[in-house]
């Protein structure tokens, strides 16, 4: 408990109220992060450093704000807040979730109708086309990659579910039908 007995000492030197300079009392905490028992959050001390926001220092509470990624791995361009509480008497840090932050600049809107209308009219003209793989003249490969390029997945599977069902919709009055709803291919069932 020595870090921990370092903390208490250091914050009992403090007058109650906001911390303007974080970075001894983060230096200090992330060295016996280890020792607190925390209650939810999955918080690593080493993670604490240059990040923590908004501390504040009323005994025997040490609260902090702080900017999670776990999201922005996953292609989010949000990052959650998260506020903790850590009781220096009792060797606790607990955490309430907060909003989310906006860390990276969303992507524009894609609009999948005129790419759908390009494409019917593409294979209902049966042109060749780099976005399209032809096995006859009634069986057609959407290479959907080339059509919609990945970003982050959330993104990028709903403008291709959103996709999918506008070129369905546009190419069955033209006797086109999508084989099954994981498929690339459209099928040709009329002339």
Known sequence: MGALNDL???LSQLPSGAIENVSAVERILASCWHELTQHDGGMEGYK?????ESVSWNAPLLRFAIERHGGTVMGSVYAEMQNWTVNTETAEASVERGRRRQVAAKEKPLKVEPIADELMRIITEHQNDSRL???SDSRVKVVIADVIPATNQ???SGRRKRFWMALAQ???P???TRVSSRSQFFQRTSA
């Open 8 to 10: 208490r000492l250091f």
């Open 48 to 52: 604490l450093r240059d990040r923590m």
């Open 133 to 135: 793989k032809w096995n």
């Open 154 to 156: 959330q993104t990028t």
């Open 170 to 172: 546009k190419l069955r």
């Open 174 to 176: 033209n006797g086109w």
